[in-house]
């Protein structure tokens, strides 16, 4: 069956994956509060669409951190995805380059990021720092290399959380898969398959080391305050990207398009403002352009569509969400995306 929309992939997904990557993928940190809260914060709005708005001609395109996009929906980082399928980052990369949307890839990916920049199209590179920092470093210098356009420094994982699904069930079954380190280096394999490898004494000073080591813009990923939206403003970062993991980190964080509009106020036009967590429409695209988002990213959605059919699955979901935003533009009165403004939603 042709799935029609993301929750199509999600379901058969489940019937695919091996119950511990299942785990792994759909859990969250504890008891799943944001998890769960992340969709139900996006299905809690309510659009106020505008009427005879020459709707005929919607355009989604966009530019982000000066590159062009042909919608602002990407492709968010997520580990292992040789996981799900054989095509791992690279089916997920060209499916991305094709539907010319950004992908980012994850420091944890199953294949060496040279691999996956074979996929073209505009990529950007997670960071996970490491206490090792001539591996981190070498990290930076092999993605600014391999013609990744971003640096994005996930700032929300300093420890690692509970995750109580894979502590049931599998966390041995996704470690030690990762292709960024070389297994002939004990130490690299380590930081690759513990998480617990991460710098957790990283500071606001990581921002001026980035910068002293790539000429590559700075992206912090895992924002969900105001506060730290304007330390990031005040450390020169390029974009601000509102995320609490997919609820897979800290249990309780506000919901990510509840956090949306303090950071979007906050950054004052100064930083661009992405978000991720519980976008599975082209409804919750439109009401987080709306609240001040430049772009959304997907996590999980894009990994159940490799998982149900590699490079083509990944390519069919990002139609999909193409055409429900496209459609949600048009019938909300806003064919460009400069019409839309935070008096769309309630
Ligand atoms: C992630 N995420 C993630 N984030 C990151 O910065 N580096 C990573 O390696 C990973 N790995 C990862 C693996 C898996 C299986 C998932 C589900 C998520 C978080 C990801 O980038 C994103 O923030 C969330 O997935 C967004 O929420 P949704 O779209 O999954 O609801
Ligand atoms: C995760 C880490 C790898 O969420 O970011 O699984």
Redesign the pocket.
Known sequence: MQPLNLHDFEARARELLDPGVLA??EGGALDEITLRE?AAAFQRRRLRPRVLAGAGDVDPSTTLLGAPVSMPIGI????RQGLAHAGAELAMARAAAEAGVVFTA???STMPLETIAGGGGLRWF?LYVFEDKALTRSLIERATAAGYRALVL?VDTPVSSKRERDLRLGVQAVEGVCGNFDPAEPAAVAAASITSNFDPNMTWDIVGWLRSLSPLPVVL?GIVTAEDARRAVEHGVDAIWV?N??G?QLDRTVAAIDALEEVATAAGGRAEVYV????RRGLDAIVALALGARAV?????A?YALACNGQAGVHDALEILRAELINAMALAGAPSLRDLDPSFVR
């Open positions: 792994y993928v992340n968010a980082p997520t580990a994850s420091t944890m997670q996930t990923k995320s993991h997919g897979r991720d967590g519980g976008v990213f997907i996590g999980r959605p990994y």
